[in-house]
């Protein structure tokens, strides 16, 4: 039975016809309805979050996972505010969340009534689109005198088809649904969904032969052409289709593109010198979302004569390297291979000035590789991770791996290889990463052979260790915690170290370890102390089968030398 509420119905009759398959839900007694129907509803999986921040970006990494849109349902009042971070985060992403939030009846906004605030809007900064749904008693249903839908369930059916449609547009924008209930709430006495009216959008089939004749010029013409690779969700790009132009064409990437290996241009451009204007380029492609290499940036905005183009599923104005000329609204993938074909049409000689530049681009990324592969590491996070990787090359069964920000995913911009990498680098925060990784692995759930892993710093664990305080935690999750009792990457900002309160109030220093978190929600705990036991415990991390999640801490700085074992619960 569902809810006696007609516009709790409709929207969940509609959700299930757009085909959302994935709920997480919050505690409440206002949205109580909603959640009661979700969890009714045979072709929508529930997932219980209780804290609101961590459910966000627990939904977050549903949708990573599935690319599809993921709701997430709060009550009303601030539990609505807490949602913010994520929803950001997804914008930026361009990962749908689909929030529906309970309210109180209109009449009692701002009346001082309790856990009312003026809810629609509230997240408008990150939402494409932003309703209030309607609320009537009577049935709704089509009336045959008149010819036509009662008013409030017509308006309710439109909203309700506008906000799903936008959500599950190519480029996935984020949505906000907000349903007023009045009392009583848990009158459950629908014996099934209203049959609702369907909207749905087409567009025409893009011709990407037909690319901007000025971004075809640029290209074609350039001596020093450069592709720019940002942040892509592996589920919508696969490199391989673009191989004839990556051969001509100098491709700079991170860990966070979809690639097999990570361009290491950052220990190019760090120890370039009076070579960096020969390394600067005249056209530029910039591809995917947010890049984090800050050395990139302040490189490329230093080619102000480049004619920099971008590839954009919205047609926004992002202006990253100060340098845009134009923006081509479509498909990264199949622009990549349009471009391809075109130049695949034009003569090619190795001593044409694009060969050479080439060249001299990937003499210099191979010297880069092979300084980092030969280093010598103490143990330390930078270990930790170069060991993780290199282990993770021999699992026996599939992997996803996710970074958290920070420290964490420069690290991973080192030592990533083989394997896509997840972060949150819509707005770089470190709240959620933990979340967004445990959201993942629920969704690869009961999947026996798929292992999800967390590489994350300390103060991004503890400010989320509600994503581990969750019903269904799945026992694929691995998580590698990298404790150095501070911010580490507050030791990299020159001149901060003049201030006496950098430590303490800006890093951040600690002495906090994760066993009695990891104890309290039964996540299979163990604790590095030196190389030894790093390599005997990520064996452990590493083991397939496992009746639990499970947290490797690796603790270094000065309180190494005071812990002289490592622990397992």
């Avoid at 979340?435 to 590489?455: I, K, Q, R, W």
């Avoid at 299979?524 to 415990?537: G, K, P, V």
Wanted: proline residues 5%.
């Amino acid at each position: 039975m569902y809810s006696s509420k007609p516009n709790v119905n409709t929207l969940t009759a509609l959700l299930a016809e757009h085909g959302i398959s994935h709920a997480v839900v919050c505690p409440g007694s206002r949205n109580a309805p909603l959640v009661h129907n979700l969890n009714e509803c045979p072709t929508i999986s529930c997932h219980p979050v209780t804290d609101e921040r961590s459910a966000g970006f627990f939904a977050l990494g549903l949708a990573q996972a599935t690319d599809q849109p993921v709701v997430v349902c709060v009550t009303s009042g601030t539990a609505l505010l807490n949602l913010a971070p994520a929803v950001a985060e997804a914008h930026y992403q361009h990962q749908s969340l689909i929030v529906v939030s309970a309210d109180r009846p209109a009449a009692w906004i701002d009346q001082l009534d309790g856990q009312t605030l003026q809810q629609p809007g509230a997240l408008s900064p990150w939402v494409e689109c932003s309703i209030s749904l309607p609320e009537w008693e009577e049935s709704g249903k089509w009336n045959e005198e008149s010819g036509k839908w009662k008013e409030e369930h017509w308006h309710c059916n439109r909203l309700v088809n506008e906000a799903l449609m936008a959500a599950t547009a190519d480029h996935r924008p984020c949505v906000h649904i907000n349903v007023p209930i009045s009392e009583p709430l848990f009158a459950f006495t629908t014996p099934q969904l209203p049959d609702e009216r369907v909207i749905r959008s087409y567009a025409p089939a893009a011709d990407y032969d037909c690319l901007p004749q000025p971004l075809v010029d640029d290209l074609l013409a350039a001596q020093r052409p450069l592709i720019v690779f940002g942040q892509l969700s592996p589920r919508r790009f696969h490199y391989e289709a673009v191989d004839q132009l990556f051969s001509r064409v100098i491709v700079l990437h991170e860990a966070l593109a979809p690639m097999t290996s990570v361009s290491l241009f950052d220990e190019v451009l760090a120890t370039m010198g009076d070579g960096e204007q020969a390394l600067l380029p005249d056209f530029i492609l910039y591809v995917g979302d947010a890049v984090v290499s800050k050395r990139l940036k302040h490189f490329l905005r230093r080619a102000t004569d480049a004619r920099c183009w971008r590839v954009s599923l919205t047609g926004q104005v992002e202006d990253t390297f100060q340098n845009l000329r134009g923006i081509v609204l479509g498909d990264t993938e199949r622009t990549l291979q349009a471009l391809s074909a075109k130049m695949s049409k034009q003569k090619w000689s190795h001593s044409h000035p694009r060969a050479d530049y080439r060249r001299r681009w990937l003499h210099l990324l191979s010297e880069a590789r092979q300084r980092t592969d030969s280093e010598v590491l103490p143990y330390g996070e930078a270990a930790a991770v170069r060991l993780f990787e290199q282990q993770l090359q021999q699992m026996g069964c599939g992997y996803e791996v996710h970074y958290a920000n920070s420290s964490a995913v420069r690290l991973a911009n080192r030592y990533a290889m083989g394997h896509p990498v997840w972060c949150n680098r819509g707005v770089n925060g470190i709240e959620g990463s933990l979340s967004t990784a445990a959201g993942f692995a629920a969704a690869l759930h009961p999947s026996p052979s798929t292992l999800v892993f967390c590489v994350i710093g300390d103060l991004s664990f503890f400010y989320d260790q509600n994503a581990l305080w969750n019903q269904r935690l799945s026992p694929a999750l691995r998580i590698l915690l990298l404790n150095n009792g501070h911010g580490a990457i507050f030791d990299q900002l020159p001149g901060l170290e003049q201030s006496p309160v950098r430590d303490d109030l800006v890093a951040a220093r600690h002495d906090t370890t994760a066993e009695g978190i990891c104890r309290q929600n039964h996540v299979e705990y163990s604790r590095a102390n030196d190389m030894a036991q790093l390599q005997d415990s990520l064996g452990w991390l590493m083991e397939e089968s496992s009746a639990h999640a499970r947290l490797l801490e690796v603790v270094t700085g000065e309180k190494t030398n005071s812990c002289n074992c490592a622990s397992r619960a």
